[in-house]
């Protein structure tokens, strides 16, 4: 079973996305929180897999939250409706495990919990372009949204490494990747773990950044 705390502040929202996880079978929410605060303590309490966060909401927000669970082996997939783009680029440094829309429709959320889960990361490819623009719209260049990678950085990836990346800059999952290019799911996390150590990021998502932002995505 998929152990998940649901972090959201608006009731009925929390219900509805509640509801829709425990109609999983592998899924089980442990525990649900109105805040930050009540998000991280939850967290700690239950040992979950993975943390669902909302981005704001009252006390702590979900980036502040996201912060303090990092490093506690808990994968916090943030939910966001990208008002509010400090948010976003705040996640990203604090090394959120994925990305998904507040639209996202019933099965997509709980696949991208099931991705998250594996230790793969999520970022929904919509998120990926949103972010993408947004970075050209900053005046005098990207917010700090993690490492920045200079294409000679990337020069130094082999081939197929340069093809796992542009996967990941489409947001597909390791699944995914493997069919695509014909490789076993376990040499494609192998791929993703060196172009992250090679790039010096802390996250799949910021590899997706990185491809979208230097061109590695057709």
């Given at each position: 079973?998929?152990?998940?705390v ?7 929202v ?18 649900e929180?109105g805040?930050g605060?009540e ?5 700690r ?18 980036i502040?939250?996201?912060r ?13 409706t990208f008002?509010l ?9 604090a ?6 829309l507040?639209n ?18 999520m ?9 993408i ?17 200079s ?12 093809q ?6 489409e947001?597909?999952?390791n ?8 490789i ?19 996250s ?15």
């Amino acid at each position: 079973m998929i152990r998940i705390v649901v972090a959201e502040d608006q009731w009925a929202v929390r219900s509805g996305l509640v509801m829709i996880l425990e109609s999983a079978p592998d899924i089980e929410v442990v525990a649900e929180a109105g805040d930050g605060e009540e998000a991280v303590a939850a967290a700690r309490r239950a040992r979950p897999d993975v943390v669902l966060m909302d981005v704001r909401m009252p006390r702590k927000d979900g980036i502040a939250a996201t912060r303090d669970l990092t490093g506690t082996g808990v994968d916090v997939l943030i939910l966001t409706t990208f008002d509010l783009d400090e948010y976003v680029f705040g996640a990203l440094r604090a090394g959120a495990a994925g990305f998904l829309l507040k639209n996202i429709e019933a099965d997509e959320l709980i696949e991208a919990v099931r991705v998250v889960a594996r230790g793969e990361g999520m970022i929904a490819p919509a998120v990926t372009r949103r972010l993408i623009k947004e970075f050209a719209a900053v005046p005098g260049g990207r917010p700090d949204a993690g490492p920045s990678v200079s294409p000679a950085a990337v020069a130094e990836l082999t081939p197929r490494e340069r093809q796992v990346l542009a996967c990941v800059g489409e947001g597909l999952s390791n699944q995914q990747v493997a069919r695509r290019l014909c490789i076993t799911e376990t040499t494609t996390k192998t791929h993703v773990s060196r172009i992250l150590a090679k790039l010096g990021l802390r996250s799949r998502v910021q590899a997706a950044i990185v491809a979208q932002e230097l061109g590695e995505v057709g």
